[in-house]
């Protein structure tokens, strides 16, 4: 296995498509009521290896940043590298990737408050629990798990939505980490990774937003919003991501191309 962790970067990302495939395949099948407590646990296996995938992306990036600095070399993912790696780079890029998610999670309906509704009386829910809802849904979108954390606060887990803020909000914190670093030099540049992070706020189950938007809006605004975010779902996937990795890649060539690199080494 390669040491710089690009290795275990692709098999934790394989793993996770590997794993929306078959549960799709198998949680959209005719389920019956002898084997629902087969898939259940099928589900919460689909869970556990989910995030130990997610583990193994994790420490693969982070081999791989360590790589990049250890090889003292002067690429673009190197500069990127060296800028993060400090302390006061990596609370940046924690704070704001921590800010950033729970901004996400409850615009895109992962973390519910509705404080007209009362779970334990309107659902019939015991409060506070955790159901597994298996089936049945498209890929990435099953199996679900339903957090009721008090009478008004709730959890909705969609794998793609983890996947998806998790990702964002990652890239979040590594523009907002490098902007502050690099203001001085890249201030003109610096509002690029702003625009995509406001995009990328509806990536995410783009139906679920109108449930946060509802407590504000009447619930017809809230439907034709959801549907109006829903059809243009395959742009704002198109112009988020890319534009959050995008970004840095910009602000590292600026800073090779200043030489503020050398400072760093």
Excluded at 42 to 65: N, P
Excluded at 130 to 154: F, R, S
Excluded at 198 to 207: D, E
Aim: overall charge positive.
């Amino acid at each position: 296995m390669a040491k710089d962790g690009r290795t275990l970067i692709a098999i934790g990302f394989l793993a996770i498509a590997i794993l929306f495939l078959i549960y799709a395949r198998i949680g959209n099948s005719e389920i019956t009521p002898g084997a629902i407590q087969s898939v259940i646990r099928l589900s919460i296996a689909f869970y556990v290896m989910m995030v130990l995938a997610l583990g193994a992306i994790a420490y693969g990036f982070y081999q791989y940043q360590k790589s990049k600095i250890q090889n003292l070399a002067n690429d673009t993912f190197s500069i990127i590298s060296q800028i993060t790696w400090n302390s006061k780079s990596r609370k940046i890029l924690i704070a704001s990737s921590i800010g950033y998610g729970i901004f996400f999670a409850l615009t895109s309906g992962i973390l519910v408050y509705q404080p007209d509704v009362v779970f334990s009386r309107d659902y019939a829910v015991t409060v506070p629990s955790v159901q597994i809802k298996p089936c049945c849904g498209d890929v990435g979108y099953v199996p679900k798990i339903l957090m009721y954390i008090t009478e008004h606060v709730g959890m909705q887990i969609i794998p793609i939505n983890l996947v998806l803020q998790i990702a964002v909000s990652y890239l979040v914190g590594l523009n907002a980490s490098i902007a502050v670093n690099a203001f001085a030099i890249l201030r003109k540049g610096a509002g690029m990774g702003s625009v995509a992070a406001a995009t990328g706020l509806f990536i995410a189950c783009p139906t679920c937003a109108g449930t946060f938007l509802s407590l504000f809006v009447s619930a017809s605004t809230a439907l034709a919003f959801a549907v109006t975010v829903t059809q243009l779902q395959t742009l704002l996937i198109a112009v988020s991501i890319p534009l959050l990795v995008a970004t840095p890649l910009v602000m590292a060539k600026k800073i090779k191309s200043s030489g503020w690199n050398c400072k760093i080494n």
